[in-house]
């Protein structure tokens, strides 16, 4: 049985439709369930229900992000974040989220005053609609100009936005045990995987692999997560280098009993 505080993200299985993902889900007994906006079409209400029926809660919901270069757009990006959080809402859920947006190569703080002025509204129905709004730091600089965790504890404490953590992005953090629990008053959510970090002769995959397949110190990291008192749900997140390359099915498998033996290693 699947470890009762694990998310399994949609983004795990890119390529798979939201109906092979709840088939899966529930087959393996999974409590709670990272959204992708996109699975959720032609009828996000109705797959949100079917969700609801099958026990299984919204974790988060992934959602477009903020093209800082073109503030006309921000508008449309706020409806399509306002359709998200009520969906999320609709279910009791948690959070949505999406990165920061890529740099729009005039200054760091450039980036970050658009930012701040696009999220307002976006916070602000969150709040309205008891849903948390969240961003995710990532090295992916084509989605992101937060990079580090440390950036982007700035733009919660300026903004109120909340922060997704995931391992493969912040493993090398500096002082990383000290810089996790400084996020985790704006932490909505921590993914969980494992990377390879490489070497010679043994290039980095550029994603994500399952967890004890890489060569994070996942229990070190876990602990310093929990000592900082966190104690919501662990989302799984395994995304291949190449977004369309296909999801093994009895891969995911190993891996959602893997994560669940380490939460149970853990002691949660």
């Known amino acids: 049985m699947t470890h009762p505080r694990l998310s399994v993200d949609a983004m795990c299985t890119f390529r798979w439709s939201f109906d092979r993902d709840l088939a899966l889900w529930s087959d393996m ?4 369930a990272g959204l992708l906006i996109t699975k959720l079409a032609p009828d996000p209400a109705a797959a949100m229900a079917r969700l609801t029926t099958a026990g299984i809660k919204c974790s988060t919901l992934i959602t477009e992000s ?4 073109a503030r006309d757009t921000w508008g449309k990006t706020h409806e399509a974040h306002r359709t998200a959080i009520d969906l999320v809402a609709s279910q009791g859920g948690h959070s949505i989220y999406f990165t920061p947006g890529r740099t729009t190569t005039i200054s760091w703080q450039e980036d970050f005053d658009r930012l701040a002025e696009a999220l307002d509204p976006t916070v602000a129905y969150g709040h309205e609609k008891g849903v948390l709004s969240s961003i995710e730091p990532s090295l992916r600089t084509s989605a992101s100009f937060v ?6 504890i700035d733009v ?3 903004t109120g936005i909340k922060l997704v953590v995931d391992f ?16 985790m008053p704006h932490i909505s959510l921590m993914q969980i995987d494992d990377v390879v970090i490489g070497g010679q002769g043994r290039p980095s995959p550029g994603g994500r692999i399952h967890i004890d397949q890489g060569e994070l110190p996942l229990r070190r990291m876990m602990q310093d997560v929990l000592d900082a ?6 989302d799984l997140e395994v995304v291949a280098a190449d977004f369309s390359a296909d999801c093994d099915e009895d891969e995911l498998r190993r891996g959602i009993d893997a994560a669940s033996a380490l939460l149970s290693d853990m002691g949660i």
Do not use: P, Q
């Open 229 to 234: 008192g966190y104690t919501g749900v662990f």
């Open 29 to 32: 007994g999974v409590r709670h």
């Open 168 to 183: 493969a992005n912040v493993w090398m953090e500096r002082d990383f045990r000290e810089t996790i629990a400084r996020a």
């Open 66 to 69: 903020f093209d800082l270069n």
């Open 147 to 152: 990079n580090t965790l440390r950036d982007a």
């Open 156 to 158: 919660a404490e300026r």
